[in-house]
């Protein structure tokens, strides 16, 4: 009882921790959508799309219990619409600690107003496109080799929206994406 009082304090200590951090801001959310633009299909995807929901740093952090969290930008027609934050709590095998960025687009306006009407959750059956940057060296008895590049993933729609996320640093790589939480602010 008393390692999983510890093991729930832990968990929550690591929730807390993901989520107190500065609100981004539109400079942040904009710097990181460029930088999501030149990987994979996401260019691509986001000219077909209404509007998307950018968030630069994402922490996520756990031990058996985990949790996640972030702010970013909303925007539709190239236009600042509001702010957003996530939440996100998992439970399952899991060890250590990450931030990445990850950007939602919406298809249309259906699928924008369903995001922005306040709360948003992605069920359990949600994925998302894991964007990498890859670098590769080798060296063999001819000589040594290195280069540099992207990892070109590309998306697809699902119910309207595609989400892609971004590795920047940390011991956990996944795109799970279930069970995250949104909360939007129009901007006033």
């Given at each position: 009882?008393?390692?999983?009082n510890v093991l729930l304090a832990g968990a929550l200590f690591l929730l807390f921790?993901?989520?107190?951090?500065?609100?981004?801001?539109?400079?942040?959310?904009?710097?990181?959508?460029?930088?999501?633009?030149?990987?994979?299909?996401?260019?691509?995807?986001m000219a077909e799309s209404y509007g998307y929901a950018i968030l630069p740093t994402?922490?996520?952090?756990?031990?058996?219990?985990?949790?996640?969290?972030?702010?970013?930008?909303?925007?539709?027609?190239?236009?600042?619409?509001?702010?957003?934050?996530?939440?996100?709590?998992?439970?399952?095998?899991?060890?250590?600690?990450?931030?990445?960025?990850?950007?939602?687009?919406?298809?249309?306006?259906?699928?924008?107003?369903?995001?922005?009407?306040?709360?948003?959750?992605?069920?359990?059956?949600?994925?998302?496109?894991?964007?990498?940057?890859?670098?590769?060296?080798?060296?063999?008895?001819?000589?040594?080799?290195?280069?540099?590049?992207?990892?070109?993933?590309?998306?697809?729609?699902?119910?309207?929206?595609?989400?892609?996320?971004?590795?920047?640093?940390?011991?956990?790589?996944?795109?799970?994406?279930?069970?995250?939480?949104?909360?939007?602010?129009?901007?006033?």
């Amino acid at each position: 009882m008393k390692s999983r009082n510890v093991l729930l304090a832990g968990a929550l200590f690591l929730l807390f921790a993901a989520t107190a951090h500065a609100a981004a801001t539109v400079a942040e959310c904009k710097a990181s959508a460029d930088e999501m633009k030149g990987l994979g299909n996401v260019a691509d995807m986001m000219a077909e799309s209404y509007g998307y929901a950018i968030l630069p740093t994402i922490g996520k952090g756990g031990i058996g219990i985990g949790g996640a969290g972030g702010t970013g930008c909303v925007f539709a027609g190239g236009k600042h619409t509001g702010d957003v934050s996530m939440g996100q709590v998992t439970v399952g095998l899991q060890l250590g600690g990450q931030a990445y960025s990850q950007i939602i687009l919406f298809k249309n306006v259906d699928v924008y107003n369903d995001f922005t009407k306040g709360q948003f959750e992605f069920g359990a059956d949600a994925t998302a496109v894991a964007l990498t940057y890859g670098a590769q060296a080798g060296a063999t008895t001819k000589g040594a080799s290195a280069s540099a590049g992207d990892t070109k993933a590309a998306g697809a729609w699902k119910r309207g929206m595609a989400v892609f996320t971004l590795a920047k640093g940390g011991l956990m790589y996944e795109a799970s994406i279930g069970g995250q939480k949104f909360k939007y602010t129009p901007v006033e």
